[in-house]
């Protein structure tokens, strides 16, 4: 499996391989990514905040200045933060629009903070299944991703449905 690390080169969506599994989680627990976790998360608390001293709907809030500066700050703090990617290998100039597909499979379960180590649990006892490439918990520690193999049997969507009624949990479907 190759893990690769989103970065833009002359404004073109590039990749940089990560060439191991030490490497790849510096970069997810590291000093920078948990600084603007840290700050999104204190601008969302001040969103919170603003909209409630307006007492506005979430249309009309969203006119207000501060609440489009913190909008905006938080896209800039976003892009700054590291995103990795599995589903395809870049083309030979290091560009991954149109790339080839790995054809690996990305489970997201959510909200599973009480219940982590038993949801690794069943998905280690049906790994021959499910065949986990890496498991690791998300960066809000709320949640967990696995990577797998993919089953030529089945389509993509077959086995995620699959995938929730063996292991018992809700997989988040927008994660592709």
């Not at 190759?2 to 833009?8: M, S, V």
């Not at 038993?118 to 998300?138: A, D, G, Q, T």
């Not at 709320?142 to 990577?147: A, E, F, L, Q, T």
Request: glycine residues 6%; charged residues 35%.
């Amino acid at each position: 499996m190759a893990i690769y690390r989103k970065c833009l080169i002359g404004g073109r969506v590039c990749a940089e391989k990560i060439i191991s599994a030490e490497a790849y989680y510096a970069l997810l627990d590291g000093w920078e990514q948990r600084n603007n976790i840290g700050l999104l998360r204190e601008m969302e608390q001040q969103k919170i905040a603003r909209k409630n001293e307006l007492g506005a709907s979430d249309e009309e809030v969203k006119s207000d200045e501060v609440w489009k500066n913190l909008d905006d700050e938080q896209g800039k703090i976003k892009r700054q933060l590291v995103s990795c990617f599995f589903a395809c290998h870049p083309n030979p100039d290091g560009t991954v629009k149109d790339a080839k597909k790995q054809n690996l499979c990305f489970y997201e379960f959510d909200k599973i903070s009480d219940r982590i180590d038993k949801v690794v649990e069943r998905i280690l006892k049906y790994k021959k299944w499910i065949r986990p490439l890496l498991i690791y918990k998300s960066s809000r520690g709320h949640g967990i991703h696995v990577i797998a193999e993919p089953n030529k049997r089945y389509k993509y969507e077959a086995k995620q449905s699959i995938a929730e009624a063996i292991i018992g949990e809700v997989i988040d479907k927008s994660v592709k």
